[in-house]
């Protein structure tokens, strides 16, 4: 398992003779970077947790300077690393410690190509940010609907290359279900351009798909249509204290029978991680301190005169009617309701403060999410006394995220190396319940010794045989999804 100090490595590895020359007049001074400061922070994921070397990093400002350096890298055999905003939680966007692997920033690839809004699409670039995709369908009168706590750092490419879930998810679906089409940069440099904005093109496979989730193993996805909906006409937030785990479902079950289309997001936390928000984050408070659990329903709707908050009052009175609901505070400005949206999406920031976690995104039907994270946090209870569970995140679509936090006064180091046997004790329930151990984070480097017990047999050979055809050198993002 990985750990938090800098492993010992060899120098990067010189590069073929002439390479880095014809790499520089490719792509100028703008788009390669050979000094050691200058690579620094792309060596690192951002848990900390691996720590790679590069001889270079590569930043083409057009798909066809992309095109020819992958040529001449493929000709060199060349490893290469794709990287996006670098806020994978699994190193999926970090070379290792041999110092042959490239990395290739998109960062550069950022524009925005067309906005239609009576189409309801976009085409983007891969480099895009996608808090300005977001802000730029805005301006456009529309909705591009992704949303996660990255994502003033996240870019499109990552977010596809990951199959991003994030907050909508129950609404809108993953990052795949807001995908029409894709342009990819293929392992040879041959320029695949799919960018249909098609909501019905039925002629053949689905070649999209196997780009996204991929996470730069097969080629790199340099631009998307993004499938943009109306923006919301009205919304509502409250941020609800609930009697236990099934209390949170049952109240995201009121929303859904009664207006499915309204529940744009449904969070759960846990007492703990939002202690962990108001000692760290919030300043010594939160609302409605002294639960121990908790969710955050978002309501939104295009429909004029929807009536949410009428809608939201009246689901609330029946739950605490019925017990399920302790207490709830409703956002009555947008300054408040981002206030509020900022306690769950600094659970993680707050985890990092408070020490040491092992992060488990994991996945189980809806149904069974209450079960997921009572007899989740019991068995790691078990296991390692005083550990703190902090689970959080889309109970509406049944991923937590099962993380633990370190006993209090156990040394961090210590802790980080039951990593494993956490993680298999989350997974052994997670297991039981018919669910995934990998929901939206992806697998990376972190997680690629589970996929041989998890997706072995017919599964795991397809997908091996899908690499092998499409990159038969295995230069794209070595060492990432597919165990060795």
Not at 219 to 227: E, N, P, S, Y
Not at 260 to 268: D, I, N, P, T
Not at 427 to 448: Q, Y
């Amino acid at each position: 398992m990985p750990d938090d100090q800098p492993p010992s490595s060899p120098l990067p590895a010189p590069l073929p003779a002439g390479l880095l020359d014809r790499l520089a007049s490719l792509l100028g001074p703008r788009g390669l970077l050979t000094e050691a400061a200058d690579l620094e922070p792309h060596l690192a994921d951002w848990r900390n947790l691996y720590h790679g070397r590069t001889p270079c990093l590569l930043r083409p400002g057009t798909v066809e300077e992309l095109a020819e350096a992958v040529r001449l890298c493929a000709a060199a055999g060349l490893p290469l690393v794709p990287q996006g905003g670098n806020t994978s939680m699994v190193g999926g966007a970090t070379p290792d410690e041999g110092g042959r692997q490239i990395i290739v920033s998109l960062a550069r690839l950022n524009r925005v190509r067309d906005i239609d809004p009576l189409d309801m699409t976009m085409t983007v670039e891969a480099g895009l940010v996608l808090k300005t995709a977001q802000e730029v369908a805005a301006e456009a009168g529309c909705l591009f609907p992704l949303s996660l706590g990255a994502e003033g750092t996240a870019t499109v490419g990552g977010v596809l290359s990951t199959n991003a879930g994030g907050n909508t998810t129950v609404r809108y679906g993953n990052a795949r279900e807001l995908m029409l089409g894709l342009e990819v940069v293929l392992p040879d440099g041959q320029v695949w351009n799919g960018l249909r904005r098609l909501r019905k093109d039925n002629t053949g496979y689905a070649l999209r798909h196997l780009f996204v989730g991929a996470e730069g193993t097969l080629g790199f996805i340099t631009a998307a249509v993004l499938r943009l909906f109306p923006r919301p006409r009205e919304t509502e937030l409250a941020f609800c204290a609930v009697q236990d785990e099934d209390a949170a479902l049952a109240l995201f079950r009121r929303f859904r029978d009664r207006d499915e289309s309204a529940v744009r997001a449904f969070e759960y936390m846990s007492g703990t991680g939002v202690g962990f928000y108001a000692t760290h984050i919030g300043g010594g408070s939160a609302p409605l301190p002294g639960h121990d659990h908790y969710v955050l329903v978002d309501l939104a709707s295009s429909r004029p005169e929807a009536g949410l908050r009428t809608l939201m009052e009246a689901v609330l009175e029946e739950a605490l009617e019925a017990g399920e609901v302790l207490d709830a505070t409703i956002g009555e400005s947008e300054t408040q309701r981002a206030a509020l949206w900022r306690i769950r999406e600094e659970h993680p920031e707050a985890q990092k403060r408070e020490g040491a976690s092992v992060k488990n995104d994991v996945s189980v039907p809806v149904s069974r999410a209450p079960e997921l994270i009572r007899r989740a946090s019991e068995a790691c209870r078990a296991l390692i006394p005083g550990i703190r569970p902090v689970p959080f995140g889309h109970m509406g679509d049944g991923n937590i995220h099962m993380n633990l936090e370190q006993p209090e006064g156990m040394d961090a180091a210590a802790f980080l190396a039951r990593s494993h046997d956490i993680m298999e004790t989350v997974n052994a329930v997670v297991r039981d319940l018919g669910g995934s151990f990998s929901a939206e984070h992806g697998i990376g480097r972190l997680k690629t010794d589970m996929m041989e017990d998890w997706r072995g047999g017919a599964e795991l050979e397809l997908m091996r045989r899908i690499k092998a055809a499409i990159d038969p050198q295995g230069l794209m993002n070595p060492g990432k999804v597919l165990p060795s």
